[in-house]
């Protein structure tokens, strides 16, 4: 099946600092990728969609210049958590649409944030 | 706000069979539905995706009514592996998915 990969895995930083994670579709090229976020316990919330070659669509109440997404390419996306504060510590997971091929949206394993 | 509406939790003995229905009266003609499991810390694993009638894999089988306003997995046999969140979702592949709760399955030696 389609794979999509993240990166890092897990970061620790030190509140005031910025953070890139990285999501990849490996084995299709996805136009689309969206950027969710999971507190424990809870069930996962989209972020954002991004759009290769355009400007991420925001969902209400995610703040766009805290959290900068790229689409640069077909097969990576790019979420950039800027002056990071403990609040924004959760579970980042990124899926990419796999349109033409199995029209199904894959997930990534996510990427673990924790700010001190 | 969720399109779909599932059990929030079940529980099952390992072989047994399990059924998870889940509820999606609203959905659209280009919709389709489809299911991820998720362990804890990790992504949403993709397991079915049907657009009517029936869809079987090799993991589960998902049985979808002529209304499509409700969807059935199946997951034959199951063992305490998984045990796991599994979420119904619907709508189409380059459309946001709208998280609801999931039902947490609970599988017992």
């Known amino acids: 099946g389609a794979v999509v990969s993240q990166h890092p895995s897990r970061v620790i930083c030190k509140s005031g600092t910025s953070v890139k994670i990285e999501c990849r579709s490996l084995d299709f090229q996805a136009t689309t990728m969206f950027w969710y976020r999971q507190f424990p316990k809870q069930s996962l919330m989209l972020m954002a969609t991004?759009?290769?070659?355009?400007?991420?669509?925001?969902e209400q109440g995610v703040e766009k210049d805290k959290f900068l997404i790229n689409h640069a390419s077909l097969t990576l996306s790019t979420l950039t958590v800027t002056s990071a504060h403990p609040e924004d510590s959760s579970f980042y997971i990124c899926?990419?649409?796999?349109?033409?091929?199995?029209?199904?949206?894959?997930f990534g394993p996510g990427t673990r944030l924790t700010v001190l | 706000l969720a399109k779909t509406t599932q059990p929030i939790s079940m529980d099952s003995y390992e072989g047994q069979e399990v059924n998870i229905t889940c509820s999606h009266n609203?959905?659209?003609?280009?919709?389709?539905i489809t299911w991820y499991q998720q362990f804890p810390s990790q992504g949403p694993r993709f397991i079915i995706q049907g657009y009517k009638t029936k869809v079987t894999n090799e993991v589960a089988s998902l049985f979808i009514p002529a209304d499509r306003k409700s969807s059935t997995l199946s997951l034959p046999r199951v063992s305490l592996s998984d045990t796991a969140v599994y979420y119904c979702l619907v709508g189409d592949v380059d459309t946001p998915l709208v998280f609801g709760k999931g039902t947490r399955l609970s599988v017992i030696a």
């Open positions: 899926s990419a649409a796999d349109r033409g091929t199995t029209d199904t949206q894959y």
């Open positions: 609203n959905i659209a003609t280009n919709d389709y």
């Open positions: 991004s759009n290769e070659g355009s400007k991420a669509t925001y």
